[in-house]
């Protein structure tokens, strides 16, 4: 069984273009997110998918640069670009990431993994978007899901929210599938540690600085950083976590 972890990224973000690449203490947020990626146990290959506008040529040229697997599809249709890095890597089961979450720490992906497997589920994760309920802060998001899962989602998904946001098809009608999903013993869904906006920037610039720079620290060290500093959460608490469905607005 082959785990491949899937970082989706580009550059055309409205909120924050560009926010992938921002430089944090000298790195940049992809680099940072790679590397703790790569941490995982249970993760055999770590690539990033991007696509083929040529505003995302940055992208391609960092994982050039750093000898990562970068595969290019298509703008929108993110579920195709998915499942088309999937059956490039021979992936069994695949592991979604977006770009955006330089706090993701590995023991939270290697969970989710085990639950996939110890479960026998189609899909797993620790949280769901909003609407729906989530209990770990916002930016450590985990999704994975089979390949059989991936694929019959690229089949058979024809909204539009399907294919932007990959994996809908798979938890959004009860039933469909077998859906896991971890929740943590506390109700954290409302602290928001992604980057999306510039106070997302300035908050992350924050927490970094606080580990001077370094890498090695765990989700829950940034928990006790917040415990011990609450006013760093008001950096960024008027931002709006967007909707799985937000797009239709756009």
């Known amino acids: ?13 409205t909120r924050l273009p560009g926010k992938v690449l921002k430089v944090i203490e000298d790195r940049t947020v992809l680099d940072r997110m790679v590397e703790r990626v790569q941490k995982a146990i249970r993760v055999d290959q770590t690539i990033i998918a991007t696509t083929i506008d040529s505003t995302d040529d940055p992208i391609v040229d960092y994982c050039t640069k750093t000898g990562i697997t970068c595969f290019r599809g298509s703008l929108q249709d993110v579920l195709d670009r998915y499942y088309q890095a999937a059956v490039l890597c021979h992936a069994d089961i695949i592991v979604r990431l977006t770009g955006d979450c330089p706090l993701i720490d590995p023991c939270l992906i290697d969970a989710v993994i085990d639950a996939l497997v110890n479960e026998k589920a189609d899909f797993a994760c620790n ?13 450590l998001d985990v999704e994975a899901c089979t390949f059989a899962a991936l694929k019959r989602a690229w089949t058979e998904a024809t909204e539009k929210h399907e294919r932007e946001h990959v994996l809908p098809y798979l938890y959004d009608v009860p039933g469909r599938f077998k859906v896991v999903q971890l929740n943590y013993s506390q109700d954290l869904g409302a602290m ?20 001077e720079g ?7 060290d940034v928990l006790d950083l917040f415990k011990k500093e609450p006013q760093l959460a008001e950096i960024n608490n008027q931002v709006k976590h967007k909707s799985y469905l937000d797009f239709e607005k756009k």
């Open 214 to 220: 370094r890498n090695d620290f765990s989700w829950l």
């Open 127 to 139: 949280r769901l978007p909003p609407p729906m309920k989530r209990t770990y802060p916002i930016g």
């Open 1 to 13: 069984m082959k785990t491949v972890a899937i970082i989706q990224a580009r550059m055309s973000s």
């Open 192 to 211: 928001r540690w992604t980057l999306d906006t510039p106070e997302d920037l300035k908050l992350l610039e924050q927490v970094y600085a606080r580990f």
